[in-house]
């Protein structure tokens, strides 16, 4: 049971450290997020899907706002199917600097890891909460 609850913890680790990484990146500088997709990443914005890291930062870096600030409520991560894999779901709100009140969102990762220790997003999916 040890092996199981240290595996848990370090499951837990990386998705809030890979969650803190990538909303900062997000916030000050969209366009370095580049780094953390692949050419076969897929992202599902809104409804919209895309693939590969050029039409993904694209849609990322062309979105109607210039300043945000996103505010995390909760990551919850588990251990995916894949070997070393971690899925990672997200709420929270995000504050535009066009907005008067914070609009609420939902987005999940599937993290896969890479030969050099790190891990890239497979797949992202983004969804407003309205209502």
Same mark, same amino acid.
């Given at each position: !049971? ?13 998705? =809030? ?10 916030? $000050?500088? =969209?366009?370095?997020l +580049? ?6 990443? !897929? ?13 993904? *930062? +694209?849609?990322?870096?062309q979105?109607?706002?210039?300043? *945000?600030?996103h505010?995390? +409520?909760?990551?919850? $991560? ?16 995000l =504050?535009?600097? *066009? &907005? &008067? @009140? ?7 990762? @599937? ?6 220790? +790190? ?13």
């Amino acid at each position: !049971m040890q092996k199981q609850e240290k595996m848990e913890e370090q499951v837990q680790m990386v998705g =809030r450290a890979f969650v803190e990484h990538y909303y900062h990146l997000f916030d $000050s500088d =969209r366009s370095s997020l +580049s780094s953390l997709y692949h050419q076969s990443s !897929m992202l599902t914005f809104e409804g919209q899907k895309l693939q590969g890291v050029d039409d993904i *930062c +694209s849609k990322i870096n062309q979105l109607p706002f210039d300043k *945000c600030h996103h505010l995390i +409520s909760t990551i919850d $991560s588990q251990p995916s199917s894949f070997a070393g894999g971690i899925v990672v779901f997200v709420s929270g709100s995000l =504050r535009l600097s *066009c &907005e &008067e @009140h914070p609009l609420r969102f939902s987005q999940m990762f @599937h993290l896969i890891p890479t030969r050099q220790g +790190s891990f890239y997003v497979q797949n992202d999916i983004f969804r407003l909460n309205y209502g």
